[in-house]
């Protein structure tokens, strides 16, 4: 039981892309006999109190009310792994940085473009700035609604692993990312003229999607 909290300890440090699945797994396989040694059976499962009511048969998905008070305890010498969080639509997301600092801008012609030309190929160039290493990086890039794609180039390219393309937006998979900047380019053809949206580009941890940064709603001209 000394050695216990020691365990523990090492099991968090993963931290945000340190370990995946696998490399978790043979760690756990490793101390879970250690943990076990002088625990008694009846001490180990973990037990969860939320708001008064106890559980013990995990996993467990549980949907709380707005605004509804939340009290968490818990027991037993097994590690419990719990995730907090919520949903709400955001009317004027603003841009945020942090993890993953993100940028994008069109390109005509071979220079910068505050407005496209209708006919002309485009590109969405996204810069992207990484401050600390991450696994399992995803990209979510929207595309203007007066707009479709000129190319769909796709496989490994650079830190890129596979891309989709969705109507709506592109999404960009990328396994490992170091510190340090990348560009990627998704390739347009301007087809409507008017004015229209771009929403915000969004990279994130593909199993934390917490951990996340955005750009803010942009606008776009096409003549």
């Not at 479709?148 to 692993?161: K, L, M």
Request: a positive charge; hydrophobic letters at 40%; one cysteine or more.
């Amino acid at each position: 039981m000394k050695l216990l909290p020691k365990k523990r300890w090492i099991c968090i440090q993963r931290r945000i892309g340190w370990r995946n699945t696998f490399e978790t797994a043979q760690i756990l396989e490793v101390l879970l006999p250690k943990i076990l040694e002088g625990i008694k059976a009846e001490q180990w499962p973990a037990r969860l109190e939320l708001n008064g009511n106890k559980y013990s048969n995990f996993p467990l998905l549980i949907e709380l009310e707005p605004a509804q008070p939340v009290q968490i305890s818990k027991a037993g010498a097994a590690p419990l792994y719990l995730t907090a969080y919520q949903t709400f639509f955001n009317q004027r997301p603003e841009a945020r940085g942090g993890l993953f600092d993100i940028q994008t801008e069109l390109w005509q012609n071979g220079r910068p473009a505050q407005s496209l030309v209708q006919g002309l190929p485009a590109q969405l160039k996204v810069q992207l700035k990484v401050s600390t290493g991450a696994d399992y990086v995803m990209l979510e890039v929207p595309i203007p609604a007066g707009c479709s794609y000129f190319r769909e180039p796709n496989g490994h390219r650079g830190v890129e692993v596979h891309r989709e393309y969705f109507r709506h937006q592109t999404a960009i998979f990328c396994e490992r990312l170091e510190p340090g900047r990348y560009e990627f380019v998704i390739e347009l053809e301007p087809r409507f003229t008017g004015q229209f949206i771009l929403n915000p580009a969004k990279a994130k941890l593909m199993y934390f999607p917490v951990f996340f940064g955005r750009t803010g709603v942009g606008k776009v001209a096409v003549e």
